[in-house]
């Protein structure tokens, strides 16, 4: 899709805003002014959604309020939005696709925002998969009557991967602290490998599960003269240079080793001034995991079957010849278990069963 000179300042804008902070309600407030206005909307919400034991959720409105979703429960089960995103997990959808206009107008959502005094004309939403058992659901709205552009739904789209992003970066470290606290909380856990740099190559911060996994995963002709690892060094360097959208293809680093996978995750911290900081989330994955319940529920029994084999890090051929069917067939099932699972890689299928199995 090509976008105008105007656009792309405002993407880059918006994408800023998601990784400006960890706090969901700040992330939110700072996308807001560009995110609508790159797809003209009078207003944006955030709905974030438990599947177990029960379905959950909590709206989180940036800017003026909603009327309607601060009475969201008493007409949730009138909701025609939550099928059809349900049903397309990644893909905007616009109101046209869910409903035809009369049934719209005649929608108890509809009727109850009007009532409210904010007539919701028109809505485009899209489903955004972060973890098995949690999901984001992100929609804009217009108040007037004017259609949302395929467009503006491709624009929507172009975001998607930058929106889990930041909601999946968000949760990680929602039951913690942010800042000072937050690092003091991970450094504190015994369970928690985590390394702080400032970049080129200062380690702020070590944990002490941290230095256990550094010094068995690198020798000390593995080390940078700052103590870093030099992959690790490596990845770092390469993640301050790279594009907003390179970046979240490359934002894992994982060695396979013959007992299992060694993975970081770098997340870049926000600060208000001076360098920011990044986070080293290390992790030990054994190799071959159980496909965990909740994640089975969501796929077909072929695609589950797939998933097994990812899980012991079986490539497309090997499974193709296993189960006798075509490494195209293969392929195509892991495309939509990583969309219906809300993964980047067979490596994030790795990393979240693992942690689904025995959270961190």
């Known amino acids: 899709m090509n976008l105008n000179t105007h656009e792309l300042m405002l993407r880059d804008r918006v994408i800023s805003a998601l990784n400006s902070s960890l706090s969901f309600p700040q992330v939110l407030e700072a996308a807001r002014a560009p995110l609508l206005e790159l797809a003209p909307s009078d207003s944006v919400a955030l709905c974030l959604m438990r599947t177990t034991p029960v379905l959950d959720f909590k709206w989180l409105v940036p800017g003026h309020p909603i009327p309607l979703l601060e009475h969201y ?50 809505v485009m939403a899209v489903l955004l998969p972060i973890r098995p058992d949690f999901l984001g659901a992100l929609a804009l709205y217009r108040t007037r009557r004017r259609s949302f552009s395929s467009r503006c739904a491709a624009i929507l789209s172009s975001l998607n991967p ?15 602290a942010t800042g000072a606290q937050l690092l003091e909380e991970l450094y504190g856990r015994p369970d928690t490998a985590v390394l702080v740099v400032e970049p080129p190559s200062r380690v702020v911060m070590c944990s002490k599960h941290a230095g256990f996994l550094l010094e068995r995963w690198f020798t ?73 319940v909740d994640m089975r529920r969501k796929l077909t029994s072929s695609e589950a079957n797939v998933a097994k084999y990812l899980l012991r890090s079986w490539s497309s051929e090997q499974i193709a010849s296993e189960l006798g069917i075509k490494v195209f067939t293969v392929d195509t099932h892991v495309r939509n278990i990583r969309e219906k699972l809300g993964i980047d890689s067979r490596m994030d299928l790795l990393y979240l069963a693992a942690r689904f199995n025995k959270p961190v």
């Open 220 to 292: 000390p002709s593995d080390l940078h003269s700052s103590g870093l690892p030099l992959p690790l060094k490596e990845r770092l360097d390469a993640l301050i240079l790279l594009g907003a959208d390179s970046r979240l293809e490359k934002n894992v680093w994982y060695s396979h080793q013959p007992d299992g996978y060694r993975t970081v995750r770098f997340i870049e911290l926000p600060a208000r001034e001076g360098p920011r900081q990044w986070a080293l989330l290390m992790n030990e994955l054994p190799m071959s995991i159980p496909l965990p």
């Open 162 to 176: 930058h929106l889990v992003n930041a909601v999946r970066n968000c949760s990680d470290v929602q039951s913690l």
């Open 73 to 122: 429960a008493s007409v949730s089960d009138h909701d025609f939005v939550r099928a059809p995103i349900f049903a397309r997990p990644n893909e905007v959808i616009l109101d046209e696709e869910m409903l035809p206009r009369r049934e719209y107008e005649h929608s108890l959502l509809y009727q109850r925002s009007r009532e409210l005094g904010l007539g919701l004309e028109h």
